[in-house]
């Protein structure tokens, strides 16, 4: 699982200094150790430090290394189940604090990067764009729903309205949120990682927990030493592996692939997207996209379901680009890469506690940048004994995958094949 260097992304080759942090070495003793120096595993610590706990995250590769600096940098709100879906399924006390909450994690992001000056060219403004008719109902019905819980920075978007913020004929119309916006995720994780040692932290890198030893204290054991805790947090992911076999039996990697063009000019840059908003169309197998700081269209899209790398990303996401944007035909692509997210069956997040002191947060299926700082968060508060918001999400139901880990790839390709058929017919 150890990896010495970032993916060659257009964010490892744009990315702020970052110290070398050091493989540990010997036996530690801490509060709490953290498995993972992703957002999840970030956002906990700094949560914790904040409140006077010792911490120590171990990390397999670098600070970043996963989804956290690699996925397209958009804060989108809500979980990737709405809360409607939710309401459905669980009681209207849980519901109602789950739905509070689904706008908290863009919230934590702007107050971490104004409280710890994180340079992460944060800009406000995310647009949902509507493929068809039916998409734009949704739109209505979730524009509804959001405002429910208090969410009122929405504005819908007729076909003119689109067109004024994105410049393309493919929408028929869209959702503008200015609370959503977008961030270089690389940077705002190492920024993280400078606030977690501002606060007294300790991050080992290049440091994989190969086991961990349950119990009344528990023991993370990494190859040349390990780390005594009262308590554990995993956050690993979809870079988990099998360290904790009954969560990886519940869950499964996804790759998603990004590419990203040459530096635009002012021009074209402004002929795409006018307003700099980011933005990802309505379809269940979405394109997602945005301007990057030197005005680079960094472009998303597509599912490898069990995350194996594909041959030639740019051949997967280059004619998705050319369908919203023909007038990049000429355009050179100078980064493509892939990323994994970590897919649930329900696609709601799993989170939990195994015995007493071994805590867990997994499975944003795609929603993960806003989500996994609301879950750091959460997670603390569990530690320090409010657990109320930790039980609205430890007691959603989890279900593994039918046929097991053996059949879960075809399972859920078989599914996605058909929502995809969905997404061509418009229907």
């Given amino acids: 699982m150890a990896h010495s260097d970032y993916p060659q992304s257009f964010y490892a080759a744009s990315a702020n200094p970052a110290p070398a942090r050091p493989e540990l070495q010997g036996e530690i003793e801490t509060d709490v150790c953290v498995v993972g120096a992703g957002y999840t595993g970030l956002s906990t610590a700094i949560a914790l430090l904040e409140n006077g706990f010792k911490v120590v995250i171990v990390e397999a590769a670098k600070v970043g290394f996963g989804a956290s600096g690699r ?7 809500s979980y990737s189940r709405d809360i409607d879906v939710i309401e459905r399924s669980v ?54 729903l959001w405002e429910r819980y208090g969410h009122t920075q ?35 994780a190492l920024g993280e990682a400078d606030a977690v040692e501002s606060l007294g932290g300790t991050i080992y890198e290049q440091t994989p927990a190969t086991r961990i030893d ?58 795409l997207l006018p307003q700099d908003y980011c933005v990802e169309d ?4 979405l394109d997602y996209y945005r301007l990057s700081a030197d005005k680079r269209l960094i472009f998303g899209g597509g599912v490898v379901y069990g995350a194996r790398d594909p041959a030639n990303i740019e051949a997967i996401i280059r004619p998705k680009m050319l369908k919203a944007f023909p007038q990049l035909k000429n355009v050179k692509i100078d980064y493509a890469w892939t990323g994994n ?22 499975g944003c299926s795609g929603h993960g940048v806003t989500y996994t700082h609301l879950a750091g968060k959460v997670l603390a508060e569990a530690l320090r004994g409010q657990a109320e918001r930790f039980d609205a999400f430890a007691t959603l139901p989890h279900y593994p995958f039918p046929g097991g880990q053996l059949l879960r790839v075809p399972f859920t390709a078989l599914g996605a094949w058909y929502y995809s058929l969905r997404d061509k017919l418009g229907i």
Avoid: W
């Fill in 282 to 285: 309505c379809n269940y197998l």
């Fill in 214 to 271: 349950r119990g009344a204290n528990p023991v993370v054991q990494t190859p040349k030493g390990r780390v005594k805790a009262k308590f554990v947090v995993v956050a690993g992911n979809a870079y988990l592996g099998n360290l904790i076999p009954e969560l990886a039996a519940k869950s499964m990697p996804c790759g998603t692939q990004v590419i990203t063009t040459e530096p635009l000019s002012d021009e074209v840059a402004k002929s």
């Fill in 91 to 144: 009681g209207a006390q849980q519901a109602k604090l789950l739905g509070d909450m689904a706008f908290e994690g863009g919230r934590i992001i702007r107050e971490r990067v104004a409280k710890y000056n994180i340079q992460c060219d944060l800009k406000d403004g995310g647009v949902f764009a509507a493929n068809t008719p039916k998409h734009m109902k949704h739109l209505e019905s979730q524009k509804k």
């Fill in 154 to 188: 929405l504005e819908l978007l007729d076909s003119k309205g689109i067109r004024n913020v994105v410049g393309t004929d493919n929408y028929v119309g869209g959702m503008l949120d200015m609370s959503g916006g977008h961030i270089h995720p690389l940077n705002l």
């Fill in 71 to 77: 996925n397209g940098g958009q804060i989108v709100n």
């Fill in 341 to 362: 997210f970590l897919l649930t069956l329900s696609r709601l997040p799993q989170v939990g506690r195994l015995g007493d002191n071994v805590y867990y947060s997994q």
